[in-house]
């Protein structure tokens, strides 16, 4: 094994190179506490994980957030594993488990996108028949996803359609719409605020017509 001069020895005596270690050592270490070591086996394996996580989510801002993940959870559950020579199978069981958990969820929330949007369009074509008011549809489109999104800007509209009526991923939605996907996240993040907000307020005014 390579030695590195050690800096805070000037007597010239000289220290291992972390990045030289095997794994089952660098998880001795960091079993005792060293987290240097652990931050050695996240920059040997970063790029690795970080590939699984794209592979599973299609998009980098995911991907990033499930590698961080992935890591947290590994660091965690260090003193579980039973054969520190398998650091790295071990680790990508994680990595692909987690990615697994996390696409489970973004099915759940797709799901629940459309049972909103489902309960939307019921209550508005109740109001509608009350007030004698002609419904509103969109050609080619189903009428509670259409009544849904309707009043949502347009630009936000597009993209959540994409995203959670289509199931299509960050780098799909780029290519269709010609936007990149920083763009992308800040459109999805704002449709769902104002998802949220709209949804407050129908619960609002359900609560204050409850009342009355």
């Known amino acids: 094994m390579r030695k590195k001069p050690d800096p805070d020895n000037p007597a010239g005596s000289e220290i291992a190179d972390p990045s030289e270690y ?33 592979y599973k989510s299609r998009n980098y801002f995911d991907a990033e ?47 629940k996108f459309k049972e909103i949007s489902r309960q939307l369009s019921q209550q508005q074509r109740m109001e509608r028949l009350k007030s004698g008011q002609p419904g509103t549809r969109f050609a080619g489109e189903e009428p509670e996803i ?11 509209k597009n993209v ?13 939605i780029s290519d269709k719409l010609d936007i990149k996907p920083h763009r992308i996240d ?5 449709g769902k605020k104002l998802i949220r907000e709209r949804w407050s307020q129908r619960d609002r005014r359900v609560g204050d017509e409850g009342a009355s």
């Not at 800040?186 to 704002?190: E, G, N, Q, S």
């Open 22 to 54: 095997a794994d089952s050592e660098l998880v001795k270490k960091s079993l005792k506490g060293d987290l240097g070591s652990f931050e050695v086996l996240i920059e040997r394996y970063q790029q690795a994980v970080y590939n699984i996580a794209y």
């Open 65 to 111: 957030d499930l590698a961080q993940d992935i890591f947290l959870a590994a660091f965690k559950a260090l003193p579980t594993l039973k054969d520190i020579n398998k650091f790295r199978s071990w680790l990508f069981g994680i990595a692909y488990n987690r990615c697994h958990k996390w696409f489970q969820r973004e099915r759940t929330k797709i799901v």
């Open 146 to 156: 259409a009544e849904f999104l309707h009043k949502l800007p347009g630009d936000v």
């Open 160 to 172: 959540l359609k994409l995203k959670y009526l289509e199931g299509m991923s960050y780098d799909e």
């Open 186 to 190: 800040y459109l999805i993040r704002k």
